[in-house]
């Protein structure tokens, strides 16, 4: 199995330019979809092993790494069109989807938007299943305090990602410093707090949002994988129990002791997992 990063390629998805890794040439299409605040270096340590039998693509999301925002303002329809959006460019007439954090709140609106385009689906971790949140992310949703919040540094990257797993060790400098990068890239600081603030206030999640997903859970039939971190301190893991008992055909897979990014603290059962799901 390959380590080697994939290489950045950008297609035009609507007027968006957008960037992608994409390794594989076999089986079936599978969608990678980052946390909020990632890209698609967020696949690093799985993209290579679920290609070995799939077409894996890992795209930045609308409005996060390279990929550009749309015509404000921003909401989950928009995220999930720019993902069908992907597909058609690419020609994939149906795929499964893996998203983790923001990247399972747009996962749950493509499935609930497009339901025929799915095959399945894989849930890490996702937002939009509860109003629970860190207090950081709440404030980030304030005026002013949101900027101050969310002024690039090295530091607030790695507070940040520290934050997101169990075991501090697993974040290394390369990802601190790739992190970084992406703060400060230009235009990046507005793009995510006009994200957070289209989807979130200071109370979590906003109410219409979360009843609108909540309200279609059952209306999701595919077969759907929920993996969460028992010590998840970004979206706790009551929130899998809501997926679970929510979403028909659902399975659910905790990993202990594991936080919010199970894809980078637990890679090697993470594509155990998911590659044994994809196959049945």
Known sequence: MSTEKPQDQYIKVGNINTRFWAVGDEGTAVIL???GLGAVENWELNINALAQNHRIYAIDMLGFGHTGLPEAPYSLTKAAQHVNDFLEA???ERASLV????GGGVSLQFAIQYPEKLEKLVLAASWGLGKEIPLMMRLGALPIIGELLMRPSRKLAANMLKTSVYDPAVVTEEMVEDFYQRMSLPGAQKAYTSVFRAIENFRGPRAEILRFIGDNLANITVPTLIIWGKQDRMRPVA???VAKEGIPNAELHIFDP???LPQIERPDEFNA?????LSR
């Not at 998203?99 to 923001?102: H, I, Q």
């Not at 997992?273 to 799901?277: R, S, T």
């Open 90 to 92: 690419q020609r994939i």
């Open 258 to 260: 594991c936080g919010h």
């Open 33 to 35: 979809l980052h946390p």
């Open 273 to 277: 997992l998911v590659l044994e799901f």
């Open 99 to 102: 998203g983790n954090c923001g």
């Open 239 to 241: 929130h899998a129990y």
